[in-house]
T-cell receptor, first 114, second 111 residues
Framework: DADVTQTPRNRITKTGKRIMLECSQT?????MYWYRQDPGLGLQLIYY???????NKGEISDGYSVSRQAQAKFSLSLESAIPNQTALYFC?????????????FGDGTRLSIL | GQQLNQSPQSMFIQEGEDVSMNCTSS?????WLWYKQDPGEGPVLLIA?????ELTSNGRLTAQFGITRKDSFLNISASIPSDVGIYFC???????????FGTGTSLTVIP
């Protein structure tokens, strides 16, 4: 089983719909992140969480919200999806005890908004 | 946010050739990472660098932490078809801070 699991892997939906992307991890890491990737661009940080009670905005948080339901679960919501939110979304985790250690990524969710 | 400039944007090379790519920043970073992303998958860590001037290898891959701490380099020797993918650099300003990602270098290896 993958250490960082994202669901769904693919989603097509319509403008205005509410969408939730889910991420779960078995690595026991405290820190979790949501990134967005657009063609030709690097990964942009949307939100991150250092523990269950901690939520922080990243570079591009507008139009998104998150929920850290448990140490192992971090979900990303689009309250009212718009076409320019069409992108590849990645969840990542890292170990609080090793803050300079690299992040581990899930396989991504491809989201298309019509 | 921080901007990491990665170059080249794309490369088309013959199998067996060596590859060089780099990443530059306007800020000083204390950690540099190099990731590879295969189609349909998330980025996978290749090499992590923690000290200015550090040179680290992982098989045919070698990466260097620039002495100015504002850049990093990745070299791939004797490329093979499975090297195809997008290579990303990432930098961390200080321990515990978020990582910032470059725009990626797309590598195509022609058999």
């Amino acid at each position: 089983d993958a250490d960082v699991t994202q669901t769904p892997r693919n989603r097509i939906t319509k403008t205005g719909k509410r969408i939730m992307l889910e991420c779960s991890q078995t690595k026991g890491h405290d820190r979790m992140y949501w990134y967005r990737q657009d063609p030709g661009l690097g990964l942009q940080l949307i939100y991150y969480s250092f523990d269950v009670k901690d939520i922080n905005k990243g570079e591009i948080s507008d139009g998104y919200s998150v929920s850290r339901q448990a140490q192992a679960k971090f979900s990303l919501s689009l309250e009212s999806a718009i076409p320019n939110q069409t992108a590849l979304y990645f969840c990542a985790t890292s170990d609080l005890r090793q803050p300079d250690q690299p992040q581990h990524f899930g396989d991504g969710t491809r989201l298309s908004i019509l | 946010g921080q901007q990491l400039n990665q170059s080249p944007q794309s490369m088309f090379i013959q199998e067996g050739e060596d590859v060089s790519m780099n990443c530059t920043s306007s800020s000083i970073f204390n950690t540099w990472l190099w990731y590879k992303q295969d189609p349909g998958e998330g980025p996978v860590l290749l090499i992590a660098l923690y000290k200015a001037g550090e040179l680290t290898s992982n098989g045919r891959l070698t990466a260097q932490f620039g002495i100015t701490r504002k850049d990093s380099f990745l070299n791939i020797s004797a490329s093979i078809p499975s090297d195809v993918g997008i290579y990303f650099c990432a930098g961390q300003l200080y321990t515990g801070n978020q990582f910032y990602f470059g725009t990626g270098t797309s590598l195509t290896v022609i058999p």
